[in-house]
């Protein structure tokens, strides 16, 4: 069933649990989803075959819904009750890939936009940093106690105001 066709029934379904006649929900299914008025009519002809399969599928969407619910209750205590960072960042792509899965089953988001952005982290060394930073600042006299690290250096720590360069984890 084409995600159009099932929109219109759901929307058909809809104007009936609200009471409407048959005619005015032709009416709104034409004036909403550009269809002829037979195919408005013939879905009303085929609703004892569709609807059965229709009320299935909300059925093991629902299921598939609790399911994502269950995951993200799982990564969201995985994520506070971790002690390493690459724990509490692995939490949180699950959460993230759980939310965009269940936007993508709700309709919110069409699963043919399913872009994804890569970020990259970068671990430098903290002591090739320290040294790098020591040997490459500039002093300028411009704003008192303030360096900054040459552009094309390796670590791209600003000293500002006498903040220290924070201490990152390291590959090794």
Known sequence: MQLH?????????????????????????????GCSRSTAYNDFATKPEWQPILQELAKQLLKVQNRHEQLYRKASFMYTQAKSDRARIAALNLMRQINVESAQLS??????????????IKWEDPEVCKKQYASDTNLIQDNANSTTVPLGSECSTVDVAGAKPSRAPTNS
């Open 107 to 120: 309709g919110a988001k069409p699963a043919e936009q399913n872009q994804t952005e890569e970020t990259r």
């Open 5 to 33: 066709t099932l929109e219109r029934r759901l929307e058909l379904l809809k104007g009936e649990g609200n009471g409407l006649n048959t005619h005015e929900i032709v009416q709104e299914l034409m004036a909403k989803f």
